[in-house]
């Protein structure tokens, strides 16, 4: 079976160096708490590998189907509880799509892809918690699942 391992190193106060893959990933907290801010507390990155993950499926496909957009970008929000432990309880990932009008149903369809077929983060956190999209092009909202999945989660 395949598997992923990380080594993290205390680093003294409340800095955490993790070894991934050969880059090392710093983790810190702010001052106000005893660390040095010299890194992103480590949650955070929950929403990094889900952008990261679902990001590169979506550059994958467009790719194999010979199609281009001029920019991309993601946003992952991380509801966070209100009380300890302090996790999160919903994720909503925002995906900002330029490029030619043609290639829109393209952009689309590789992010329902990613979503529902290939990217693991994704599946794995949507066994735990709601994971909802939208997806913008060129300015314009062509598809928001938030309202339908949060509604579907509290039945």
Request: glycine share 8%; net charge negative.
């Amino acid at each position: 079976m395949a598997q992923h391992e990380i080594e993290t190193q205390w680093m003294g106060k409340m800095q955490f160096n993790a070894l991934v893959n050969g880059h090392t990933i710093i983790m810190d907290a702010p001052e106000r708490v005893g660390g040095e801010d010299n890194g992103s507390i480590p949650k955070p990155f929950v929403l990094t590998a889900l952008s990261g993950c679902t990001g590169m499926d979506i550059v994958a496909i467009l790719r194999k189907a010979n199609k281009e957009v001029a920019d991309f970008s993601i946003k992952v929000t991380g509801e966070l509880s209100k009380q300890a432990p302090i996790e999160y309880v919903a994720m909503h990932v925002v995906y900002d799509f330029k490029g030619e009008p043609a290639n829109q149903e393209a952009a689309l369809e590789a992010v329902n892809l990613s979503q529902e077929k290939y990217c693991g983060v994704s599946q794995m956190l949507k066994k735990a918690l709601p994971v909802t999209w939208e997806v913008n092009y060129n300015g314009m909202m062509i598809f928001n699942n938030r309202v339908a999945v949060l509604a579907n989660s509290e039945n």
